[in-house]
């Protein structure tokens, strides 16, 4: 039989179509094995925001604006390329803001910063319901604090329920803009 293309003269058909399988296969393999080391080492920070908050009670209408406040500093925090995630907000006071001790839950969760929020609104009928702002960066797992500051309160541009829900999550935003240059 003439062959005109090589190695197939000497093997029958079907063994050099195996052949060639075998080949894409083990190339596709190196090849998922390459992309999986290159983006190994590639991970976005995780950023977890405790807010605590004085000034609103169990029963206050105006509680609901925490999560505004929360929504709108994940929203900053996925906007900036990090993972963002969340404590459930609790009452707490200025001693105990300062006092705050991270917990083992944070570096076991993956948690590498904390940004620690006290949110204190002003007491009912004194004031649009839009809280100043006290903050710490803190690193997971040292403990160390990065960074404080504060941020007083922006008002609304009107006292309608929608724009005091925006200046909430404004407020959440300012927060983690403020903070961001630290992680």
């Known amino acids: 039989m003439p062959s005109s293309g090589g190695e197939s003269a000497t093997r029958p058909w079907g063994v050099v179509v195996v052949e060639r399988i075998g080949s894409m296969k083990r190339r596709l393999i190196a090849s998922l094995m390459a992309l999986t080391l290159s983006t190994a ?38 906007d900036r390329g990090f993972i963002g995630t969340n404590e459930r907000p609790y009452a707490g006071s200025r001693a105990a803001f300062e006092a705050y001790k991270q917990s083992a839950e944070a570096a076991e969760g993956y948690v590498n910063i904390i940004v620690l929020v006290l949110a204190s609104y002003p007491a009912p009928g004194s004031g649009p319901r839009v809280p100043d702002c006290y903050y710490k960066v803190i690193g997971v797992p040292s403990g160390a604090v990065r960074l404080t500051g504060d941020l007083k309160a922006r008002a609304p ?12 999550g404004a407020m959440g935003k300012a927060v983690i803009a403020a903070c961001a240059p630290s992680f």
Do not use: C, W
């Open 41 to 78: 080492f590639v991970s976005a920070q995780t950023v977890e925001l405790v807010l605590m908050h004085t000034g609103l009670a169990e029963e206050d209408a105006d509680l609901y604006l925490l999560e505004q406040l929360i929504d709108g500093g994940l929203n900053e925090l996925f």
């Open 157 to 168: 541009a009107t006292p309608s329920r929608l724009d005091l829900e925006k200046a909430n």
